[in-house]
């Protein structure tokens, strides 16, 4: 077990080594200052000629959103229609169906969101053409809008008064080719290297050492495994996602995946400090999103190391820890390290199934992504955090009797009003439909929603109810992870879970945006002794008291439901 822990350690210090000198990078190129990529010039001004972008054209914050919103709903009815028609599209060497209607609405929601909740298996669900040209594609222009929203945020946080949030385009397009491209390459050229596949050929018969004739999917899958770790994407070319021994070969992969899929969420933290010159503050954020992510990891490493208690009141001992639905080439500690930052991030990938954690961890993968503020996503986790400020802000001001500031403008009601519906749509989405999954299977188990509703759980009492709350909560959280032990591929989980995802992604990029707008076109106001200062360790403690109280009234009453209720039953 030390060595395991001396990994995770290693792990998250090379995240860190790394992770700095990339933000300093990501915010030179966001200001137009020279890099080592202007070699990349003529080719974006290529891709604005053909595209018809003026990229000095600015934008307020309304014509910001436009943008963006109107180019996602055209690649969600792009993706959408090729995932109905793809058994009729060329690169399916394995004879691949279409998908049915209610399964591509959830399916082109899901990567649109950057999410990536797979209702289907990889391998036999997608053909190697929608794979690339639907899944992949998705990867990487999902990515690139949270960290183009980030960007038109901290365009207004760093003047002191504009309208201006920058040109979406043209941060949309940088965001693909200055970052997300350069990184997926290197990435996919090491999992290669590693053995992850990269062909076209179909499906391979092979000999097992039993004897046993055994068929093994592959196809061009290093290429999308790499932007879906460094995108915080999450979905699997195989079903078993980074438990296949395909998609994560060795220790070496598996390291990787987990670095690559943390560095961009961290990087956007100290890019944050960078761009803004607000070092101290962004050092400040690091310190308390890291605080809260020990706060999950260190319950998580200790529950499945000692295992489970019901066994060691039989006498059974488990030397290795709980190793059900682990692999063993990675152990119990590198799996709960996975498991955590995937789920405090937006990534969802898994190399270990979370059905089978110990209930004290499937709380701390609730938890991660109810708050979905720790590191988070590409760009929305800071975006996250940013409306946990707005409401510390708030009560830290009527606490000394101060008007509220933020980077030097007042904090009014409508400011406030955003961040107060962004976080109540969270909690309403979560236990709202996950109370109406709970009630169909209760008072409505045969009715038909193509599975019936006694049909969806393979366990029953706390656990059973654990795997609802996760999968709207993974929803909500643009994660995408999932307790398999939940049948999903059907028409409620399609459509329900598709509504969660379109509202849960777009309306908290929504808010923090339209609270920027709002706050950067205010006369700026100069610091004074009695301002309060938004850097100082005392605020973001206030902050994390903040996020704590907030998903404590929030969620706690179903978690005690689920994960709480199993924990105790176990005792």
């Known amino acids: 077990m030390t060595n395991e822990l001396i990994g995770v350690v290693f792990m998250f210090g090379i995240t860190l080594l790394l992770s700095y000198p990339l933000g ?36 307020n914050w309304k014509q910001f959103l436009k943008a963006m919103l109107t180019i996602n709903l055209l690649w969600l009815v792009y993706a959408f229609f090729l995932l109905i028609f793809q058994d009729k599209l060329p690169l399916n060497p394995d004879g691949n169906a279409a998908q049915s209607p209610d399964l591509a609405f959830n399916t082109a929601i899901s990567f649109l969101v950057n999410c990536n909740l797979q209702h289907y298996s990889g391998e036999t669900g997608l053909t190697y053409f929608t794979q690339l040209f639907v899944i992949t594609f998705l990867q990487f222009v999902s990515a690139a809008t ?12 760093k003047e002191k008064t504009t309208e201006n949030l920058g040109n979406f385009w043209t941060l949309f397009i940088k965001s693909i080719t200055r970052l997300l491209l350069p990184l997926s390459i290197i ?5 290669v290297f590693n053995g992850t596949p990269s062909s076209f050929d179909g499906k391979d018969t092979i000999t097992t050492l039993q004897g046993d004739t055994v068929q093994v999917s592959r196809g061009p899958a290093a290429a999308m495994i790499a932007i879906k770790h460094i995108g915080t994407n999450g979905g699997g070319w195989f079903g078993a996602n980074s438990a296949h021994p395909l998609e994560n070969p060795n220790y070496f992969t598996n390291m990787l995946e987990m670095i690559i899929q943390v560095l961009l969420p961290m990087a ?21 999103m890291t605080i809260g992510m020990l706060c999950l990891l260190i319950p998580t490493i200790i529950s499945e190391v000692y295992g489970n208690p019901a066994l060691q009141k039989m006498g059974l001992l488990q030397p290795t820890g709980a190793m059900e639905g682990k692999e063993v080439r990675f152990g119990v500690v590198a799996s709960g390290y996975w ?26 993968q609730l938890l991660g992504m109810m708050i979905n503020a720790f590191y988070g996503g590409c760009g929305v986790g800071i975006l996250n955090y940013l409306i946990y400020i707005i409401i510390a802000v708030f009560i830290s001001g009527l606490m000394v009797g101060r008007t509220p500031e933020f980077m030097g403008h007042k904090v009014e009601a409508r400011e406030v009003k955003i961040a107060a519906l962004v976080t109540l749509l969270s909690a309403f989405l979560v ?14 188990p045969d009715i038909a929603w193509s ?43 399609n459509i329900t879970t598709g509504i969660v995802l379109l509202l849960a992604r777009f309306i908290p990029i929504i808010g923090p945006v339209a609270i920027v707008g709002l706050l950067a076109n205010k006369k ?5 002794p009695g301002t309060l200062r938004t850097d100082s360790w005392t605020f973001g403690m206030m902050t994390f008291a903040v996020i704590i109280v907030i998903n404590a009234l929030s969620f706690f009453p179903a978690l005690a439901l689920g994960p709480i209720a199993e924990y105790f039953s176990l005792k």
Do not use: C, Q
């Open 524 to 528: 700026h106001i100069p610091e004074s």
């Open 431 to 444: 236990k709202g439909f996950t109370a109406l999954a709970a009630y169909m299977v209760a008072h409505h």
């Open 146 to 157: 949270g960290i183009a929203a980030l960007a038109g945020v901290l365009n207004g946080l």
């Open 268 to 288: 956007m933290i100290f890019a944050f400090g960078f761009y803004i010159k607000r070092k101290k503050l962004a050092r400040v954020i690091f310190g308390i």
């Open 339 to 364: 498991s955590t930052v995937t789920t405090i991030i937006s990534t969802g990938s898994v190399n270990s199934m979370h059905d089978s954690f110990m209930p004290m961890s499937n709380l701390m």
């Open 24 to 59: 300093k990078y990501i915010a030179k190129f966001f200001n137009g200052e020279k890099t080592f990529t202007d070699f990349l010039n003529p080719f974006e001004r290529f891709i604005y000629r053909i595209s018809g972008i003026d990229p000095n054209e600015k934008m």
């Open 187 to 191: 990435a996919a050229v090491l999992l």
């Open 451 to 493: 599975v019936k509703p006694s049909a969806w759980l393979n366990n029953p009492s706390y656990h059973g109810f654990s795997e609802m709350l996760y999968e709207f909560t993974s929803a909500n959280a643009n994660n995408g992870s999932g307790m398999e032990g939940l049948g999903d591929n059907n028409i409620f989980w």
